[in-house]
């Protein structure tokens, strides 16, 4: 009598536990299909089972079967686990996300640093290789100045020793005139002289013959 008692007590929990499987079985071929079958967080999955767990709480609470309140009890207390547990994951995949972000963030940033900083180093070569350039030209424009100034300061100076040069010469020669012209003034002063001494030698031969 106990044995036929704690049978049909058990009775109503095989019923539902049966009634539940069958139920189930579309939703575990929707969940091979997709791809999904032993993943206990699919939401479809912890939805049907959180029924499960209230059909057996509700029917144990009914017909005073502790063993499907307690199972059924069970079943909640793992979904809420389960749900738990998928809300943290998403918590982490979205900071994973967002830490992903953040990451590839900072990298376009470092890259468009880098570039920025290569592109200002261009730039600052370029300059220096113009400011060189100009330095350059500044340079070989002030020795040509310089030299064209030497050479200019050069032919003056010629000028100048030429012309005193010239002036010398001219001197030299106009003095030599002088000399000269005084050479010959000498000369017919003497000449003179003779004469006037032959015609007084003359004039006293012509008074003595006479």
Known sequence: MTTLM?????????????TLQAARLPLNAAAKATGQAGNEEWP???MFEGVEAAVETTVGGLLRDDTLVSRGR??????????????????????????????????????KRREQVEETAEQREQQLEQEAAKRKQQVAKTAAQRKAATAKQTAAQRK???????????????????????EKAALVAEDTTVALDEA????????ADS
Do not use: F
């Open 160 to 182: 100048v020793v030429e012309k005193q040069e010239r002036d010398a010469k001219l001197a030299a020669a106009e003095a030599e005139s002088k000399a000269l012209t005084k």
């Open 44 to 46: 479809p999955s912890l």
């Open 6 to 18: 704690t049978n049909a007590r058990k009775l109503p929990g095989l019923l539902v536990g049966t």
């Open 200 to 207: 007084i030698d003359v004039n006293r031969e012509a008074r």
């Open 74 to 111: 069970l079943r909640q207390a793992r979904i809420m686990k389960l749900k738990e547990a998928a809300q943290l994951e998403a918590i982490a995949e979205s900071e994973r996300a967002e830490a992903a972000d953040e990451l590839a963030a900072r990298k376009q940033a470092a890259e």
